[in-house]
């Protein structure tokens, strides 16, 4: 295994992690940002206030993306085990 395809390798691994993560922390920061503004504008300073809306918009992003999410990871790990006999030898 050479140096070039191990940078690869992991260059490829931090693309999915950021593809699938991405969903998920783009819908905690914009729900977090609306509540934080709702927030600010009614003065109301309840820490627990946030955590249910995210919960609820985090869980209906799993739900939509979570098909798509999957199939990349699982992609991924398929083209990580088919390429273990290159890797190798």
Do not use: C, H, Y
């Not at 918009?57 to 939509?64: G, H, N, Q, S, Y």
């Amino acid at each position: 295994m050479t140096p070039e395809s191990v940078i690869t390798l992991i260059q490829q691994a931090l693309e999915v992690l950021m593809m699938v993560s991405a969903p998920l922390l783009l819908t905690a920061l914009v729900v977090g940002l609306v509540i934080s503004i709702f927030q600010a504008a009614t003065q109301i300073n309840e820490m627990t206030l946030s955590f249910i809306p995210k919960l609820l918009a985090m869980f209906l992003v799993i739900l939509l993306a979570g098909p798509w999410m999957l199939t990349v990871m699982v992609d991924f790990t398929r083209r990580i085990l088919t390429s273990i006999p290159q890797m190798v030898g």
